[in-house]
C-alpha cells in the first residue's frame, strides 16, 4: 500500500516540484508556485477521487460513483456532504483498511467535549503537510517580513485534551502541556515553574547551544493563562526573546493579539486548521482573519440551504476537501466541520494566488440575517469576527482572551440581540449609550458587508442590533472547546 503512495506519479511530482521551488532563489518565486496551486490542486483532486474509489469502505459503496476526468469538480459536487456525525457513525469505513498501523498516531484532536474522533495520523502525510508548510512560509517571506526563523519552537497544548501533540512541525520543538482546570487553573503553578524553566534553558542542537525561539500554541488562550502567570510573578515575558508566536485552534482577536504582542515583543501569527483536516490555512500576511489555503486541501463555500457554491465576497459554510496524498489514511470529502466564511476571490492583494477564506464563526456563535431580511441579507451572517470588532475598543468588556457572547433572534421583535460579559455593571446613562455605540458598529459592519457584494439597494435598512450587558461569568463556559 505504502510504496503504491511513494511510487504514484502524482507524488514523485508533487516532492520534485517543492524541492526545485525550494531550491530556486529567482524574484518570481511565489507566482510560480501560486499558479501552479490551482493546477495541481484539480489533479490532485483527480487522484483523491479515483483513491477513494477504490481504496476507503464509505465511498466504494456508493454506487456510480463518479470519476470523469474532465468534470472533476462536477464528479466532487455529487459526492454527499460530508458531518461530524457521519464520521462518528461510520468511523472505520473512512479508513482505509490496507494501512498497517505502524507509523501511525492517533489523535482526537479538539473535535468534541464528549464524543472524540479519532484522528489517524501517517508519518508519510506528516512529513508531506510539514514540506508544504515551510515552502508556504517560504515564499511569503520573499515579500513580507513573516519569514520564518528556523529555531527551536516550545509547543503549548492542554494536558486534557490530547492524546498526542501535531508531530508535522519540520522545526525542533518541544511539546509542554498544560493542565487549565477552569476556573481552578490558576493555581496550578507547577506547571507554570516547568515551562519557565523550559524558556529560560538552553538546548545542544547542531553543535550549538540554543534557546527556545518561537512559540505554538493550541488553543491561543492557553498563551493568556501563561503570559498572566508570569505578569503576576513579575516576570515580563519579554525577557524570554520569542522571536514568533503562532496560535491555531481558535481564533484570535485583534484586542488579544495587540496585547499578546505587547507582552512578548514578539511577531504573533494566527493560523487557522482542523486537526482532522490536517493541513493549516496561513494567515495574510496583509489581511488578519484571511486564510490562505495551499495545495493540501480542496475548499467550497457553500450555501447553507441549497449547498451550491456562493459568489466571491458572499457567505456560507466551509467544506473542506483533503487531497491525496496529504491525508490518505483517513481522507475526507466535502466535510463540513461547523465554521461559517467569506469567500475571498483567488487573487488577494498580498500576492497570493488561490483558494482563500475569511471566518466568520462556528455554526453555533453565528446567526443567519435571513432572519431580518430575507431579499437583503440572503447568505450573510453575524459571527464571532464581527462581534469581536464591533467591542475592539470597548475596555471594560471581557476581551482577553476573547469576549464572551451570544446572539439571540427574537421574531416577535425583529430584532438580534447581542448579550455580553462585561467586568463591572452599573445601570447608568453611560451603560446605555455603550449598548447604543455597539449596536451602531455591528450594524455599520453590516452596511460594509453589503458594499463588498456591491448591494447598493435603496431600501431603507433599520439596524437590528439589541445590546444586553451580563456580569463575568454569568453567560457561558468561557475555556470550552469545540463548537
Ligand atoms: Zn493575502
Given at each position: 500500500?505504502?510504496?503504491?503512495i511513494?511510487?504514484?506519479?502524482?507524488?514523485?511530482?508533487?516532492?520534485?516540484?517543492?524541492?526545485?521551488?525550494?531550491?530556486?532563489?529567482?524574484?518570481?518565486?511565489?507566482?510560480?508556485?501560486?499558479?501552479?496551486?490551482?493546477?495541481?490542486?484539480?489533479?490532485?483532486?483527480?487522484?483523491?477521487?479515483?483513491?477513494?474509489s477504490?481504496?476507503?469502505?464509505?465511498?466504494?459503496?456508493?454506487?456510480?460513483?463518479?470519476n470523469?476526468?474532465?468534470?472533476?469538480l462536477?464528479s466532487?459536487?455529487?459526492?454527499?456532504?460530508?458531518?461530524r456525525?457521519?464520521?462518528?457513525?461510520?468511523?472505520?469505513?473512512?479508513?482505509?483498511p490496507?494501512?498497517?498501523p505502524?507509523?501511525?498516531?492517533?489523535?482526537?484532536?479538539?473535535?468534541?467535549?464528549?464524543?472524540?474522533?479519532?484522528?489517524?495520523?501517517?508519518?508519510?502525510?506528516?512529513?508531506?503537510?510539514?514540506?508544504?508548510?515551510?515552502?508556504?512560509?517560504?515564499?511569503i517571506?520573499?515579500?513580507?517580513?513573516?519569514?520564518?526563523s528556523n529555531?527551536?519552537?516550545?509547543?503549548?497544548?492542554?494536558a486534557?485534551?490530547r492524546?498526542?501533540?501535531?508531530?508535522?512541525?519540520?522545526?525542533?520543538?518541544?511539546t509542554a502541556m498544560?493542565d487549565?482546570?477552569?476556573p481552578?487553573?490558576?493555581?496550578?503553578?507547577?506547571?507554570?515553574?516547568?515551562?519557565?524553566q523550559?524558556?529560560?534553558?538552553?538546548?545542544?542542537?547542531?553543535?550549538?547551544?540554543?534557546?527556545i525561539e518561537?512559540?505554538?500554541?493550541?488553543p491561543p488562550?492557553?498563551?493568556?493563562?501563561?503570559?498572566?502567570?508570569?505578569l503576576?510573578?513579575g516576570?515580563h515575558p519579554s525577557?524570554?526573546?520569542?522571536?514568533k508566536?503562532?496560535c491555531?485552534?481558535?481564533?484570535?482577536?485583534?484586542?488579544?493579539?495587540?496585547?499578546l504582542?505587547?507582552?512578548?515583543n514578539a511577531q504573533?501569527?494566527?493560523?487557522?486548521?482542523?486537526t482532522?483536516?490536517?493541513?493549516?490555512?496561513?494567515?495574510?500576511?496583509?489581511?488578519?482573519n484571511?486564510?490562505?489555503?495551499i495545495i493540501g486541501?480542496?475548499?467550497?463555500?457553500l450555501?447553507?440551504?441549497s449547498n451550491?457554491?456562493?459568489?466571491?465576497?458572499q457567505?456560507?459554510?466551509?467544506?473542506?476537501?483533503?487531497?491525496?496524498?496529504?491525508?490518505?489514511?483517513?481522507?475526507f470529502?466535502?466535510?463540513f466541520?461547523?465554521?461559517?466564511?467569506?469567500?475571498?476571490?483567488k487573487n488577494?492583494e498580498?500576492?497570493?494566488?488561490?483558494q482563500?477564506?475569511?471566518?466568520i464563526?462556528?455554526?453555533?456563535?453565528?446567526?443567519?440575517?435571513?432572519?431580518?431580511?430575507?431579499?437583503?441579507y440572503?447568505?450573510?451572517?453575524?459571527g464571532t469576527?464581527?462581534?469581536?470588532?464591533?467591542?475592539?475598543?470597548?475596555?471594560?468588556?471581557v476581551?482577553?482572551p476573547?469576549?464572551?457572547?451570544?446572539l439571540?433572534?427574537?421574531?416577535?421583535?425583529?430584532m438580534?440581540?447581542?448579550?455580553?460579559?462585561?467586568?463591572l455593571?452599573?445601570?447608568?446613562?453611560?451603560?446605555?449609550?455603550?449598548?447604543?455605540r455597539?449596536?451602531?458598529k455591528?450594524?455599520?459592519?453590516?452596511r460594509?458587508?453589503?458594499?463588498l457584494?456591491n448591494?447598493?439597494?435603496?431600501?431603507?435598512?433599520?439596524?437590528?442590533?439589541?445590546v444586553?450587558?451580563f456580569?463575568?461569568?454569568?453567560?457561558?463556559?468561557?475555556?470550552?472547546?469545540g463548537?
Open positions: 500500500m505504502l510504496k503504491e511513494h511510487h504514484n506519479h502524482i507524488v514523485r511530482r508533487m516532492i520534485e516540484t517543492i524541492k526545485t521551488l525550494k531550491s530556486s532563489s529567482t524574484a518570481n518565486f511565489p507566482d510560480k508556485f501560486f499558479t501552479l496551486d490551482e493546477k495541481m490542486r484539480c489533479e490532485l483532486l483527480q487522484e483523491t477521487l479515483k483513491y477513494i477504490n481504496q476507503i469502505p464509505f465511498y466504494k459503496t456508493l454506487s456510480n460513483f463518479p470523469d476526468e474532465n468534470e472533476v462536477n466532487l459536487r455529487m459526492l454527499p456532504l460530508l458531518e456525525k457521519h464520521v462518528y457513525e461510520n468511523h472505520n469505513s473512512f479508513v482505509n490496507n494501512i498497517l505502524d507509523n501511525i498516531q492517533c489523535t482526537s484532536g479538539t473535535t468534541d467535549l464528549k464524543r472524540r474522533m479519532i484522528i489517524p495520523r501517517h508519518k508519510l502525510e506528516q512529513q508531506m503537510c510539514a514540506q508544504l508548510e515551510e515552502l508556504y512560509l517560504l515564499c517571506g520573499k515579500s513580507t517580513p513573516l519569514k520564518s529555531g527551536l519552537t516550545l509547543r503549548l497544548i492542554p486534557m485534551r492524546m498526542f501533540g501535531s508531530s508535522s512541525n519540520t522545526d525542533l520543538s518541544i498544560i487549565y482546570d477552569f481552578k487553573y490558576r493555581t496550578r503553578s507547577d506547571y507554570y515553574d516547568y515551562i519557565i523550559l524558556l529560560n534553558s538552553s538546548y545542544p542542537i547542531q553543535g550549538e547551544y540554543k534557546r518561537k512559540l505554538h500554541v493550541t488562550f492557553l498563551i493568556d493563562i501563561f503570559t498572566r502567570e508570569l503576576d510573578r516576570i525577557v524570554f526573546n520569542i522571536k508566536i503562532t491555531t485552534g481558535g481564533v484570535v482577536s485583534t484586542f488579544f493579539r495587540k496585547w504582542k505587547k507582552q512578548w504573533i501569527i494566527c493560523n487557522f486548521s482542523h482532522e483536516a490536517k493541513i493549516s490555512y496561513f494567515e495574510c500576511p496583509n489581511t488578519p484571511r486564510y490562505h489555503s486541501n480542496y475548499l467550497e463555500v450555501d447553507t440551504k451550491q457554491e456562493v459568489e466571491d465576497y457567505e456560507g459554510k466551509l467544506v473542506v476537501t483533503t487531497l491525496f496524498p496529504f491525508q490518505f489514511v483517513q481522507p470529502i466535502r466535510y466541520m461547523g465554521d461559517y466564511v467569506r469567500k475571498i476571490p488577494c498580498c500576492g497570493f494566488i488561490g482563500s477564506i475569511e471566518w464563526g462556528r455554526q453555533n456563535h453565528c446567526i443567519s440575517l435571513e432572519c431580518i431580511n430575507p431579499n437583503l440572503k447568505k450573510m451572517f453575524i469576527i464581527d462581534v469581536y470588532e464591533a467591542l475592539e475598543t470597548e475596555n471594560d468588556i476581551q482577553i476573547f469576549p464572551i457572547f451570544r439571540d433572534y427574537s421574531p416577535n421583535k425583529d438580534i440581540t447581542l448579550s455580553i460579559e462585561k467586568s455593571i452599573i445601570d447608568d446613562e453611560e451603560n446605555k449609550k455603550q449598548a447604543e455597539i449596536s451602531n455591528l450594524f455599520e459592519n453590516l460594509m458587508k453589503l458594499k457584494i448591494c447598493t439597494s435603496e431600501i431603507k435598512i433599520e439596524n437590528p442590533f439589541y444586553k450587558f456580569t463575568k461569568g454569568s453567560l457561558n463556559e468561557p475555556y470550552f472547546i463548537t
